[in-house]
């Protein structure tokens, strides 16, 4: 079975650095792309950056570019999102997916999502 | 950076059909996904690359585009089809995605 497991609830302080992860199982992590999608309470998907673990090529959203750090480890089939000072608004759901550029072009599989909340 | 407009919410009757639309300037030249998500669970892709289904998803559920609209089509609502849904594209070089900011369909 493809699937993503995502990593447990956190809760952090302002300030703290955060990295989730998202392991992957059934396929083969290296030919896939990885997307991470934020959700604030209440509000739309938004579509972060993508990550080719085949080649660690990563592409940001111009409006997560220089906010967070996406990056994988190939040996262990592990996707991953990073922030080094955490603030209030970078609180909700964090959900990865699997991004079939080669095929579909969607987002076909998906995590059941990272919460995190950040508060003082 | 780019955008892509959806009408907040849609009603229609169980039964009737539902047309949600996503327009966006870059879509005639980038294909369109639809995600379906319901409360508390992560969205399922139920169109990609403008009209295709994935498998599992059911026929009522069908794209089509226009220019620089596209639309998701859902036939026959089914009360179990209340859920916010989500159009993706592409900017015009292929940078980056975007989703839409999603419309909530509800079945009255």
């Known amino acids: 079975e493809v699937q993503l497991v995502q990593s447990g609830a956190e809760v952090k302080k302002p300030g703290e650095s955060l990295k989730i992860s998202c392991k992957a199982s059934?396929?083969?992590?290296?030919?896939?792309?990885i997307g991470w999608v934020r959700q604030m309470p209440g509000k739309g998907l938004e579509w972060m950056g993508i990550?080719?673990?085949?080649?660690?090529?990563?592409r940001y959203s111009p409006s997560f570019q220089g906010q967070v750090t996406i990056s994988a480890d190939k040996s262990i089939s592990t996707a991953y999102l990073q922030w080094s000072s955490l603030r209030a608004p970078d609180s909700g759901m964090y959900y990865c997916?699997?991004?079939?550029?080669?095929?579909?072009?969607?987002?076909?599989?998906w995590g059941k999502g990272t919460a995190v909340t950040v508060s003082s | 950076s780019y955008e892509l407009t959806q009408p907040p919410s849609v009603s229609v009757s169980p039964g009737q059909t539902a047309r949600i639309t996503c327009s966006g300037d870059?879509?005639?030249?980038?294909?369109v996904y639809w995600y379906q998500q319901k409360p508390g669970q992560a969205p399922v892709l139920v169109i990609y690359k403008d009209s295709e289904r994935p498998s599992g998803i059911p026929e009522r559920f069908s794209g089509s585009t226009s220019g620089t609209t596209v639309t998701l089509t859902i036939s026959g609502v089914q009360a179990e089809d209340e859920a916010d849904y989500y159009c993706?594209?592409?900017?015009?070089?292929?940078?980056?995605?975007?989703f839409g900011g999603g419309t909530k369909l509800t079945a009255l």
């Open positions: 059934g396929y083969s992590f290296t030919n896939y792309w």
């Open positions: 870059a879509l005639p030249k980038q294909y």
């Open positions: 990550i080719y673990p085949g080649d660690s090529d990563v």
């Open positions: 993706q594209s592409a900017d015009s070089s292929a940078t980056y995605r975007v």
């Open positions: 997916a699997r991004q079939d550029l080669g095929g579909s072009g969607g987002m076909d599989v």
